[in-house]
C-alpha cells in the first residue's frame, strides 16, 4: 500500500516544482476558459493541489471496478445543437427525468480508453482521437449529436488530470475512462431526446479477467446472439451489453470466463466475445473477424493489427469459421480492458479444445508485450498513437 506517497519531483503541496505551477496554470487557464461558473473555479484550483498526492488506496490489489474518484467532466447539449462548453464537477450521482430516452428506450452510447502513468512521470493516453472518432459514428447511429474529436480528446484530457492522484503507479494498473453519450432529456412517445448530456468519470483498474494473463476459458454461445446484420452491434451502444448478461452470467455460472458468439444468419462464423474482439493463430497468419457492422470495430484490435504485420505475420480480416477457432495454434482476445488476452480453452456443442499446454502462447505474449511496452512508454512510439499530457 502507498500511503500519501508523493512522486520523484515533487516536493510537497508548499514548495512548488516548476512542474506543479505548470499544473496550476493550465488548470487556471481551464477556469478562465469557464470563468463564467464559479463552480468550476473552485474545482480547477483544488484539482490542482489534489493532483500532487496518489490516493491512499491499496495499489498492490487494483481489480476492475469502480472506485469513485474526485471529478467527473459533463456537457450539455439541446436536440439539434452543437455541444460548447462543458466542466468538471465533483464525481457523485446525476439526476435524470424518469422519462429521460436513455432509461426509457436505450438512447445510449459509451466508450472506454485508459490512462497510464509513465516511468519519466508523465501521463499517456492510447488513441483517444479513436475513441472520439466511434464515438461520433455511434452517435449518428443512435441520433444523437456529439462532442467534435478536438472536444472529446480535450474532455479526457481535462478528466484525467483533475483526477491524476488516481492513475496507478507505473505496472500497477491504469485509469479506465468512461465516456458517455446519453439522451438525458423526457420523452414519451418514441423519439430522440430533446436534450443529451455527455459525461466522463474514471475509476483506477486492474485487470479484467481475475486471470490477468493467464489463459481465458470461452463457450460458443449456439442459441443466443449479440448482434444481427442491420442493428447496432458495429456501434458501443448500452443495449448491446444489457443482452449479453443472461449468456454471460450462464457461462459464468459454468466456470467460464466469457462467451464467444456466432454469426446469427450461417451460424458458424466467428463474431466477438462479450466485450472484446478475438483473433485465431495458425502458423504465421493471424486472423480476426473482418468488421461488417455486427463486430465492434475495436481500437486494440486495429492496433494489434499493424502491430502483428510489423512484427512479420500475415495478418487478415476476414470471415474466420469456428472449425478454424477449434483447430488453431493460439486464439486470443483484445480489448483496451482486457489487452491482450489468452485464450486457453474453447469449448462448443459440449467438445472442449485447449491450447498450448497451460502457459501464455508464443504470439500472445509477443503482442501483448509490444503493444502494453508502447502504452506504458516503454518503447518508442513510432506508429504516433501515444498522447502525451504534460
Ligand atoms: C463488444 C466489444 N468488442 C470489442 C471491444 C474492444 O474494443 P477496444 O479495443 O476499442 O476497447 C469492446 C470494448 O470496448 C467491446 O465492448
Avoid at 494489434?304 to 477449434?326: H, K, P
Wanted: hydrophobic share 40%.
Amino acid at each position: 500500500m502507498v500511503n500519501g506517497a508523493v512522486f520523484a519531483g515533487f516536493l510537497g503541496p508548499s514548495h512548488p516544482t516548476p512542474l506543479q505551477l505548470q499544473k496550476q496554470l493550465r488548470f487556471a487557464s481551464f477556469s478562465n476558459r469557464n470563468s463564467n461558473n464559479v463552480n468550476s473555479l473552485r474545482v480547477a484550483s483544488s484539482a490542482s493541489i489534489a493532483a500532487l498526492e496518489l490516493a491512499d488506496i491499496d495499489w498492490d490489489n487494483l481489480r476492475f471496478g469502480l472506485m469513485p474518484t474526485d471529478y467527473m467532466y459533463i456537457m450539455r447539449c439541446s436536440q439539434g445543437e452543437a455541444f460548447s462548453k462543458g466542466q468538471l464537477q465533483r464525481f457523485g450521482n446525476i439526476e435524470l427525468s424518469p422519462s429521460a430516452a436513455v432509461l426509457n428506450y436505450g438512447q445510449g452510447l459509451f466508450e472506454g480508453l485508459k490512462a497510464y502513468r509513465k516511468h519519466d512521470g508523465n501521463i499517456s493516453l492510447f488513441r483517444p482521437e479513436e475513441n472520439g472518432v466511434r464515438l461520433r459514428m455511434g452517435a449518428e447511429r443512435m441520433c444523437m449529436p456529439a462532442p467534435t474529436v478536438e472536444q472529446f480528446v480535450e474532455a479526457v484530457k481535462e478528466t484525467v488530470l483533475a483526477n491524476e492522484r488516481w492513475i496507478p503507479p507505473p505496472g500497477k494498473g491504469s485509469l479506465y475512462i468512461r465516456p458517455l453519450l446519453m439522451g438525458s432529456g423526457a420523452v414519451l412517445g418514441l423519439a430522440p431526446a430533446p436534450e443529451y448530456t455527455f459525461l466522463i468519470y474514471v475509476s483506477p483498474v486492474g485487470n479484467y479477467f481475475k486471470e490477468g494473463l493467464a489463459p481465458i476459458n470461452l463457450i460458443v454461445e449456439t442459441e443466443m446472439h449479440r448482434a444481427t446484420p442491420g442493428g447496432t452491434g458495429g456501434v458501443k451502444t448500452i443495449g448491446n451489453y444489457a443482452a449479453v448478461l443472461q449468456a454471460q452470467s450462464a457461462a459464468r455460472a459454468k466456470g467460464f470466463s466469457d462467451v464467444l458468439y456466432l454469426d446469427s444468419i450461417d451460424k458458424k462464423y466467428l463474431e466477438e466475445v462479450s466485450s472484446c474482439n478475438i483473433f485465431v493463430v495458425k502458423g504465421n497468419e493471424i486472423s480476426t473477424p473482418a468488421i461488417k457492422g455486427t463486430i465492434l470495430p475495436g481500437i486494440t484490435r486495429k492496433s494489434i493489427l499493424d502491430v502483428a504485420r510489423s512484427q512479420g505475420f500475415e495478418v487478415a480480416e476476414r470471415q474466420v469459421t469456428v472449425n478454424e477457432l477449434l483447430e488453431a495454434d493460439e486464439v486470443f482476445c483484445t480489448g483496451t480492458a482486457v489487452v491482450v488476452s489468452p485464450v486457453g480453452s474453447i469449448t462448443y456443442l459440449n467438445k472442449r479444445v485447449t491450447y498450448g499446454s497451460d502457459g501464455v502462447g508464443r504470439v500472445s505474449q509477443l503482442l501483448y508485450s509490444a503493444l502494453t511496452s508502447l502504452q506504458m512508454g516503454l518503447t518508442e512510439d513510432k506508429m504516433g498513437w501515444i498522447v502525451e499530457l504534460k
